[in-house]
């Protein structure tokens, strides 16, 4: 990269931190808040550009295994069709390429059980800051023609979730949000919204997104999770940290939640009170 050292425009910033193809996808939204705030810390271009492209790598890319293959992907549950054994196999296959996904192979069927046990058969989802979880779709024991709303912040994964949607059975629509952006439209009333392993990630960009965004949320159910986990198996002081963060937002809100406990994350049901 030619070392810039003149102060440049919050948009030029954006525009040459988006100039490779790893960021050209990303939420232009999430991209601007980030750039203009380590804009905010120093002053040299270059310097600006490298730890906005390093936060936003933290926030999404860095739990991918590689490069996303979304046509190769596509193409191969295209091929497997009407054949669902075959799709869950590539569902699988393809689920392992992102950390969150990956870790809850172990107990997928166990997990969506839970969820199901708690909320009960289910026709509209909204699966926020989803990564590749909506190709756990075949283990939710979702209504014929469910709405699934899956938003994150590329915009070749939304396109690869669209041509997706129909294989998968589900009416669904894909979107790139900025979750973290106070105002950010987060769709009409769902039965419920999953928010696994998503609240760290947006207190990060934004310290008080996490209630900002429960109270934006129309849903009568939310199932939110946080990671449990660290590199030495179950982490009591991680739990309790992040069960303690969630009192917190609950008790802002007066809502309660059920906790079940999994190998890799802790699930919280909540019941949106106001909905019931
Ligand atoms: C820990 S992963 C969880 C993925 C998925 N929910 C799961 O559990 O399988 C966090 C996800 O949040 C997304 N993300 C990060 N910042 C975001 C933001 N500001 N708005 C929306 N999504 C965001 C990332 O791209 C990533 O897919």
Redesign the pocket.
């Known amino acids: 990269m030619k070392s810039r050292k003149e102060p440049l425009s919050l948009d030029e910033l954006v525009r040459l931190v988006q100039s490779t193809r790893k960021y050209s996808t990303l939420s232009p939204s ?1 991209v601007r808040e980030i750039t203009a705030e380590e804009a905010s810390k120093r002053t040299k271009p270059d310097d600006i550009i490298k730890h906005a492209r390093s936060r936003l790598h933290q ?2 890319a860095a ?1 991918f295994t590689g490069t996303p293959q979304y046509d190769t992907w596509l193409k191969e549950l295209a091929e497997a069709g009407s054949d669902k054994t075959r799709v869950r196999e590539v569902c699988l296959e393809v689920m392992r390429r ?1 950390a ?2 990956n870790e ?1 192979l172990e107990y997928l069927s166990e997990f969506y059980s839970a969820i199901a046990r708690h909320i009960g058969k289910v026709s509209s989802v909204a699966d926020m ?5 909506p190709l756990a779709i075949p283990w939710m024991d979702l209504d014929a023609g469910c709405q699934y709303l899956a ?4 915009s070749d994964m939304a396109s690869f979730f669209e041509s997706v949607f129909p294989i998968l059975g589900v009416d669904g629509r894909a979107v790139v ?4 952006e106070p105002g950010e439209e987060v769709g009409s009333e769902f039965d419920v919204v999953f928010l ?3 609240l760290p ?2 207190e990060q ?1 934004r310290k008080g997104s996490s209630l900002r965004l429960l109270r934006r949320l129309r849903a009568r159910f939310m199932a939110i999770t946080y990671p449990a986990l660290s590199l030495g198996g179950r982490d009591k002081g991680m739990e309790e940290f992040y069960d303690a963060q969630l009192a917190n937002l609950l008790d802002e809100l007066g809502w309660s939640a059920k906790r079940t406990d999994f190998p890799r994350e802790t699930l919280y049901i909540v019941e949106n009170p106001a909905r019931l």
Do not use: E, I, M
């Open positions: 999430l926030a999404a739990y992102h969150s996904t809850r800051a989803c990564g590749l979880n938003l994150d912040v590329y949000g900025n979750l973290a696994f392993k998503t990630c947006l960009v």
